[in-house]
């Protein structure tokens, strides 16, 4: 069983910054592929950001790609997501996952664990 806990959500300007933090219980953690996907209001949940379990290889959704960086801490059973010059397209609340898989991955399905989600707004 792997509890997974987001925390750094909140309110931030366009062109400003946060960085999400993903605690994990459990000692899967450092084999675990970790992702990032969040759900706005009225839409789909979506991939944002995926990392492999010993953090040399990562993917990103587009709309991200370039102010967006996901890692992880292996040694603190923590991983991020660092976002840059935010924009208001990206509030959502945003969820960490965890799969049973040691390669990225941007498939919902793949992912067995989730946690509670942290809200993030992005004011115009």
């Known amino acids: 069983q792997v509890q997974l806990v987001e925390s750094g959500g909140g309110l931030v300007q366009a062109g400003g910054s946060l960085r999400l933090s993903c605690a994990a219980s459990g000692r899967t953690f450092s084999s675990s592929a970790m992702g990032w996907f969040r759900q706005a209001p009225g839409k789909e949940r979506e991939f944002v950001a995926t990392i492999n379990y010993n953090g040399v290889k990562t993917s990103y959704a587009d709309s991200v790609k370039g102010r967006f960086i996901i890692s992880r801490d292996n040694a603190k059973n923590t991983v991020y997501l660092q976002m840059l010059s935010l924009k208001h397209e990206d509030t959502a609340v945003y969820y960490c996952?965890?799969?049973?898989?040691?390669?990225?991955?941007?498939?919902?399905?793949?992912?067995?664990?989730w946690g509670q989600g942290t809200q993030v707004t992005v004011s115009a």
């Open positions: 996952a965890a799969s049973s898989a040691y390669s990225e991955t941007y498939v919902t399905r793949h992912y067995d664990y």
